[in-house]
T-cell receptor, first 114, second 119 residues
Framework: AQSVTQPDIHITVSEGASLELRCNYSYGATPYLFWYVQSPGQGLQLLLK??????LVQGIKGFEAEFKRSQSSFNLRKPSVHWSDAAEYFCAVGAETSYDKVIFGPGTSLSVIP | DTGVSQDPRHKITKRGQNVTFRCDPISEHNRLYWYRQTLGQGPEFLTYFQNEAQLEKSRLLSDRFSAERPKGSFSTLEIQRTEQGDSAMYLC?????????????????FGPGTRLTVT
């Protein structure tokens, strides 16, 4: 069965520092991978997605992620974090069905120190 | 288009009461999903519609839960005889297929959710 793990429950970074959020997945075929962000009181917003092709994916708000099949990873990165990036980040994998049920990881909470 | 909307945003109810939530997807989207999210967890899939047909229900969805999408547009999620364990955020999402009824769809767009508190 498909699954997603996010090893870091909570991360604190200083504003302007770089960021990497880890994500590992379990999946039998080429996965569809997503990163979503959820701010307090807000719905989930898609940051970026990987379906195929270039393994380095650019997203919104200056985020990027790299798909590494050999490591079953899809880590999210940002070179310089802004205070407004403080939120909950979810990695997700598209399930191997015809209707794209999405399996979410448990999330990583990001705090940003001014 | 204003995106996926959900109503109400918050609901407080007493144990044993019935509640109903509404989701209005993005108008051209033919697929609609319901998820449940508890504190500190990622969303968990509950059920899925393609147009008006409910095609899968998670084992998380007990017989007290029912969902409908009568005209393939908006959807409702009803919980009967609520329990304290039902307290959660209920999220709705929609998407559209790239090609054909069994094709992979594009990404899901989420609504703001309905937060249910059962006292």
């Amino acid at each position: 069965a498909q699954s997603v793990t996010q090893p870091d429950i909570h991360i604190t970074v200083s504003e302007g520092a770089s960021l990497e959020l880890r994500c590992n997945y379990s999946y039998g075929a080429t996965p569809y991978l997503f990163w979503y962000v959820q701010s307090p009181g807000q719905g989930l917003q898609l940051l970026l997605k990987y379906f195929s092709g270039d393994t380095l994916v650019q997203g919104i708000k200056g985020f990027e992620a790299e798909f590494k099949r050999s490591q079953s990873s899809f880590n999210l990165r940002k070179p310089s974090v802004h205070w407004s990036d403080a939120a909950e980040y979810f990695c997700a994998v598209g399930a191997e069905t015809s209707y794209d049920k999405v399996i979410f990881g448990p999330g990583t909470s990001l705090s940003v120190i001014p | 288009d204003t995106g996926v909307s959900q109503d109400p945003r918050h609901k407080i109810t007493k144990r044993g009461q019935n509640v109903t939530f509404r989701c209005d997807p993005i108008s051209e989207h033919n697929r609609l999903y319901w998820y449940r999210q508890t504190l500190g967890q990622g969303p968990e899939f509950l059920t899925y519609f393609q147009n008006e047909a409910q095609l899968e229900k998670s084992r998380l969805l007990s017989d007290r839960f029912s969902a409908e999408r009568p005209k393939g547009s908006f959807s409702t999620l009803e919980i009967q005889r609520t329990e304290q364990g039902d307290s959660a955020m209920y999220l709705c999402a929609s998407s559209h297929t790239g090609g054909g009824t069994s094709g992979r769809s594009y990404e899901q767009y989420f609504g703001p959710g309905t937060r249910l508190t059962v006292t």
